[in-house]
Nanobody
Framework: QVQLVESGGGSVQAGGSLSLSCAAS????????MGWFRQVQGKEREFVAA????????YYSDSVKGRFFISRDNAKHTVYLQMNSLKPEDTAVYYC??????????????????WGQGTLVTVSS
């Protein structure tokens, strides 16, 4: 099973940008589709973005489409989330996830194969 570690969270003002990274170790990274999810305390975790095994196919939630961009580097075993034009409502703990099935990642179907520990993103107005 793959192990995931997120980094890059922090605080930013509205309109700013942040880049998150998720480093994977363990089984072959390129055999997993990858996704980013976020959760606000007291609310359900929600899908943000996903990328297929080759990096060609990408999917986004409507709330982040055009502002966030997901990518992956299979040589570095890392998936990225570039977040631009951040809004206060983007404040959440962001998690990366891995699963062999892209449809499972996009659909947020439980259980996915692996989750990271999360990284906090705070956007102030």
């Amino acid at each position: 099973q793959v192990q995931l570690v997120e980094s890059g969270g922090g605080s930013v003002q509205a309109g700013g940008s942040l880049s998150l990274s998720c480093a994977a170790s363990g089984r072959t990274f390129s055999s997993y589709s990858m996704g980013w999810f976020r959760q606000v305390q007291g609310k359900e975790r929600e899908f943000v973005a996903a990328v297929g095994k080759s990096g060609i196919s990408t999917y986004y939630s409507d709330s982040v489409k055009g502002r966030f961009f997901i990518s992956r580097d299979n040589a570095k075993h890392t998936v990225y989330l570039q977040m631009n034009s951040l809004k206060p409502e983007d404040t959440a703990v962001y998690y990366c996830a891995a699963d062999p099935s892209l449809s499972s990642v996009v659909g947020g179907r439980s259980p996915l194969d692996a989750w990271g520990q999360g990284t906090l993103v705070t956007v102030s107005s």
